[in-house]
């Protein structure tokens, strides 16, 4: 049987299952946290930091920290938004997103968190940083421009053997997101639909599907990111 372990989020107390997460554990109980590189089912990664919270008074990812006994956990608070606010407009900032020509527009984890932060005028320059587009594989376009390094699709798309399709090269600034050629010409339709809709922004996008579904009945457009688990705002 499983050992229940109480934590308290913003004051309030909850019980939940050891071995489950902060993020986990949160969801079980309707409480929303931001994520960004977090997808249910994929061991997380920890690299985008939107999930952060205070444990104990300190920061960590709720994504990948466990919980334990007495853990007291803060998320809703204006410095730890103030700080997930500010890695979205860094995010905007670094890459070239252009939402409204986008594919993804309407289904783009990205821009519904800078919609739910309400990101304005950017406060920092735009790097308009170069990046190639890549349309060789034949049923998928990779722009890298809206890559924002999650890391989802490397570890959740994989061919036949095990393979791994995706695979990040470089490091720093010039760290960019690439797909196996030979791989990449054995891919079926569905796992490349399974590509496109694991990206959390418009990076990974099927070849004759972007549109496929009108603008205006896309998931972001009529319920915001974090509506169905969200306690306060
Ligand atoms: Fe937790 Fe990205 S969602 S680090």
Redesign the pocket.
Known sequence: MSETVRISIDAKEYATEKGRTI?EAARDNGVYIP????FDGIA?????????VNVNGRPM????TPVAEGMTIENDTPELNEMRKTIIELLFVEGNHFCPSCEKSGTCDLQALAYRFKLMAPRFEYEFSQRDLDATPPKLIIERNRCIL?KRCVKAIFADDGKALFAVSNRGNRAMINIDDKLAKTMSDELAEKAMNICPVGAIIKKGKGFSTPIGKRKYDTKPIGIENQVSS
Do not use: E, K, M, Q
């Not at 997380?44 to 952060?52: K, M, Q, S």
């Open positions: 993020l994520t960004l590189c977090y997380p990664t920890g690299t985008c930091r939107v999930c952060t990812a709720a994504c990948t999650c």
